[in-house]
């Protein structure tokens, strides 16, 4: 089992759950977040620190975002298991679903996340 990073992500890419998770599996892509299911240790420290509410346990992510599950799990089909987010920095790349959406969130926070 694994913790999934859905909508709420897409373009605002907050960083705190980066910041609290202790085996760094949280790897950034162009536009959303993207935890690496098999290196995610199941701690959970990542969800509660999360402002956009958009972390959840595998089994409670809600239906209407069921292929976000699928977008974590593909984001990594290319890039395998580098062994940790930070010393890959920013992967030029995001899963389909998440590249066929339209810009999400206010303008503001689309400025704030681009900083």
Same mark, same amino acid.
């Given at each position: 089992?694994?913790?999934?990073?859905?909508?709420?992500?897409?373009?605002? %890419?907050?960083?705190?759950?980066?910041?609290?998770?202790?085996?760094?599996?949280?790897?950034?892509?162009?536009?959303?977040?993207?935890?690496?299911?098999?290196?995610?240790?199941?701690?959970?420290?990542?969800?509660?620190?999360?402002?956009?509410?958009?972390?959840?346990?595998?089994?409670?992510?809600?239906?209407?975002?069921?292929?976000?599950?699928?977008?974590?799990?593909?984001?990594?089909?290319?890039? !395998?298991?580098?062994?940790?987010?930070? %010393?890959?920095?920013?992967?030029?790349?995001?899963? !389909?679903?998440? %590249?066929?959406?339209?810009?999400?969130?206010?303008?503001?926070?689309?400025?704030?996340?681009?900083?």
């Amino acid at each position: 089992m694994t913790y999934v990073i859905a909508l709420p992500c897409v373009d605002l %890419k907050d960083r705190a759950c980066v910041d609290e998770c202790p085996v760094d599996c949280i790897y950034e892509g162009d536009r959303m977040l993207y935890i690496h299911p098999d290196e995610c240790v199941d701690c959970g420290a990542c969800e509660p620190v999360c402002p956009v509410e958009a972390i959840y346990y595998e089994d409670d992510l809600p239906d209407e975002w069921a292929e976000y599950y699928t977008a974590n799990v593909d984001f990594f089909e290319e890039i !395998g298991s580098p062994g940790g987010a930070a %010393k890959v920095g920013v992967i030029h790349h995001d899963h !389909g679903v998440i %590249k066929a959406l339209p810009p999400q969130g206010t303008a503001e926070q689309q400025h704030e996340a681009a900083e």
